[in-house]
């Protein structure tokens, strides 16, 4: 499962995934159980880069489809 890292344009520039074991969990429960926290992640991330470069998140709005990152 995998969760894509915009770039400030809104371009994907990067992906982070996670990867289990099929006969240890359903794929439903990796959406439950992991996927909250690597949205999470990949937020933190793009704010940490965004500030790295001088960019400010809130005076832009998100690509389209994508949450608004809080920090």
Not at 20 to 29: S, W
Not at 39 to 60: D, I, P, S, Y
């Amino acid at each position: 499962m995998a969760v894509p890292v915009f770039d400030r344009s809104g371009q994907v520039m990067a992906a982070m995934s996670i990867a289990v074991r099929a006969d240890r969990i359903t794929l439903a429960e990796v959406r439950e159980t992991f996927l909250p926290a690597l949205r999470k992640a990949a937020g933190g991330l793009v704010t940490r880069l965004h500030a790295a470069c001088g960019f400010v998140a809130e005076r832009e709005p998100p690509p389209r489809g994508v949450p608004p990152i809080r920090p």
